[in-house]
C-alpha cells in the first residue's frame, strides 16, 4: 500500500515538473522569441570625449565632460606610481614643495609616457618657483597628449607670468580650441588678444 501512494506521488510530481515551464520562459508565449538582456553601452572613448567637448552647448555639459577626461589623464597604469602621486598631492597639501619635487622625479622614470605625470611635475616646479623647469614639463607633457587642455592652461599662465604675452596667447588659444567653454581661458584670449593682435581701429 505504501509502495503504491510513493509511487503515485512521485508519478504526480514528474507529471508536474513536464508541465512547468523552463527557467526563464516563464510568462512568454509560444512562439516569442527568448528576450536578451541588453548589455550595457562601452564608456566612451577619449576621442569621443574630446568631440562632445569641443562641441558642447552649455558651461554645465561642458564641465562634466572634462571632468571625464580629467579622470582619464589621471589614470597612469601603474599602481606604483599613482601611490607616489597621491604622496607627492599630500606633500603639495602640506606645503612641502621638496618632497612632492622628488616623489614626482620617481613617478616620471616610473612612468614616463604618462603626460599627467610631468603636468603634475610642472606644478611643484611652479611652486617652487622653477618657471623653466614648469615650462619644460608642460611641453613634454604636451608632446605626450597634444589635447591636455589643462596644460595648454597652465603654460599660458607662465608665460603671461614671464610677461611672454605671444606665447601665453597662442598657448590659451589652444587649450580654447580643446575646451572652448574654458571660461579662465576665454577672459584671458579676450584681455591678451588686444595687445598681441592689434587693435581695431
Not at 609616457?113 to 610631468?118: D, H, I, N, T
Request: proline share 5%; aromatic share 6%.
Amino acid at each position: 500500500m505504501l509502495r503504491s501512494v510513493v509511487s503515485g506521488l512521485l508519478a504526480a510530481l514528474i507529471a508536474g515538473h513536464a508541465l512547468a515551464a523552463p527557467p526563464g520562459l516563464a510568462g512568454r508565449s509560444e512562439g516569442e522569441p527568448p528576450t536578451e538582456r541588453k548589455k550595457p553601452a562601452p564608456p566612451a572613448s577619449l576621442d569621443e570625449l574630446f568631440g562632445r567637448l569641443r562641441e558642447a552647448e552649455d558651461d554645465e555639459e561642458a564641465k562634466g565632460i572634462a571632468k571625464l577626461i580629467e579622470r582619464r589623464l589621471d589614470r597612469s597604469g601603474s599602481a606604483t606610481a599613482d601611490l607616489l602621486t597621491d604622496r607627492a598631492r599630500q606633500a603639495m597639501s602640506a606645503k612641502d614643495f621638496a618632497l612632492a619635487a622628488e616623489l614626482m622625479d620617481r613617478v616620471t622614470a616610473l612612468e614616463p609616457a604618462w603626460s599627467e605625470g610631468w603636468n603634475r611635475r610642472a606644478t611643484v616646479f611652479w611652486l617652487l618657483s622653477d618657471k623653466q623647469g614648469a615650462v619644460a614639463d608642460l611641453q613634454r607633457a604636451l608632446v605626450l597628449e597634444p589635447r591636455h587642455f589643462e596644460a595648454w592652461a597652465a603654460l599660458g599662465r607662465i608665460y603671461l607670468s614671464m610677461d611672454d604675452k605671444t606665447r601665453a596667447l597662442s598657448a590659451f588659444r589652444r587649450a580654447a580650441a580643446l575646451y572652448p567653454r574654458m571660461a579662465k581661458v576665454k577672459d584671458a584670449i579676450d584681455r591678451l588678444a588686444p595687445d598681441v593682435d592689434g587693435r581695431d581701429l
